[in-house]
């Protein structure tokens, strides 16, 4: 799996942060290009450049990403607090290969949804893609994609390895190569 953070040059960034609400926010600065990066929940958030919806797709793609995948109320609010309520902004969520069932483009389970009272509605088929802040600060709106607006990106953390999976592997490369030199070392004498 891809991780943002293993191609970022750390010299050139910023990273405080916050804690808010129980949960850590890590806010990454890139100080020459002045593009933000957010962290949450183990997953670097940012946005696309305007773009219909399959367009920020290919863009969140092309960093090892995709449109957000909100997972529930805790994220969403992350998201609202992070990118604002005013923008429309494209997510994750489409019914693109079968009306009427929506599926997170990532693959990940359906956990949370945030429609606006009636919807989705298809209105003059093709609505098949999904913005946040319609009609409402946070509210989603099956559209049809075509519109220009800046999708949420979600690339999701890789674990780095404990510090004692590291010495237990380094522990046992020595202890392979020692004990077979010593058994070189038993077989020259025989």
Known sequence: M???AK?????RWVK???LIGGSIFSILINQSAQATTFTFNNSQYSLTNFDTWTGAQAQAQAIGGNLVTV???AEHQFLLNTFGTSESLWIGFTDQDEEGVFKWISGESVTFTNWVLAEPTDSGNGEDYTAMNQHLPGGWNDIDGQESFRGVIEVKSV??????TMLGAATAIGFGANFKRKLAKNSKKK
């Open 2 to 4: 891809f991780s943002l």
């Open 7 to 11: 191609l970022i040059n750390f010299r």
């Open 16 to 18: 405080p942060s916050l």
């Open 71 to 73: 997972n529930d109320l």
């Open 159 to 164: 674990p780095e390895p404990e510090p004692l």
